[in-house]
């Protein structure tokens, strides 16, 4: 598969995922085109990724900035972005209509052996592929926000995506640094995000009836669940929290959880309890604030993907003295 390397890429939608993906991309090596339909997003597009590329620097995430911002080239038509790419990754609206819209613009620009990856949260790509040109070089290729600082991807494919796309983005993404898995149905909302709206579900339902306060619920996943599930998940949790592991953990409590899930019924988040929830939030960070704070939330998680690094480095380091 090697012939298939990516080395030119483009990236259509440079917002906050678009750019988190071009940074993904040029910090591998690869020359990077970026396109937005606004203008004012192009034209800040640059010194955004070179704010975040100075922040991780700071952090050793990342050496020669100048090397890498070199490697982005922002232009000002979708053709001229996709024309030369192997990859494309498209991350605008998450609108079917405007999904539909400009997949088929990337089809008709494309070179007929590239791949375009879908950076939608939850859309099945076949609702926005049926009916475009070359509808089996596309297929879902899902981050987490943001992509440069969270590795993982979901690869989920429509029941026409070639069947050798999956394994050749999922070998691209692991040379990336990026940690891909493969969703093998086009279920709504994907693995990721079935699994956050579960705790989000749970988390309005607890705040609607007063069992917590919004921060409390917060702090319950901050400072608890979460310290876990940085470096492992609930199947491996529970595994280690009965003795006999994971059966035992079954046995003692399927009925606990059990009766949870009986105690609710699905239902819409009730608007009058998120404008509850906004007050609440609004009083502790200002909407001005919000983008400060973003910034903030990515200098974390630079901390924790150093922290993480060193300890890669020295077991590396270790295993090479042994
Ligand atoms: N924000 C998240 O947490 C997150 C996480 C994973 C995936 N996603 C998905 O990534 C995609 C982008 O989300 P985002 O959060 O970056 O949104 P965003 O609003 O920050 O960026 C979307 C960009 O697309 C551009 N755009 C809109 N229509 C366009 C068109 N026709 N042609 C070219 N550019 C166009 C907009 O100008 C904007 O800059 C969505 O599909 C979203 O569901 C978002």
Redesign the pocket.
Known sequence: MSEHRFKTVAV???????LGWAIVFARSGLKVSI????EE?RNGAIARLRRSLEDMEQYGLVENVGDIVQRFHVVDT?SEAVKDADYIQE????RVN??T??SREIALAMRSNAICG????GIPGSEFTADIPSRDRFLVV????PPHLIPLVELVAAPWTDASIVPLVRQEMERMGQSPIAVNSEIPGFVLNRLQGALLNEAWALYAEGTASLEDIDTAVSRGLGRRWSFMGPFETIDLNAPGGIADYAQRLAPLYHSIAESRRPKQWPADVVQRAELDRRSVLAEEDLAKRSIWRDQRLMALNAAFLTQARARQHGSSEA
Request: hydrophobic share 45%.
């Open positions: 259509v939608g440079a917002g906050l995922v678009g396109f937005d339909g606004s997003i979708l991350s605008v609206l998450e405007v999904k819209a400009v879908s950076s939608t949260s899902h981050p987490v926000n």
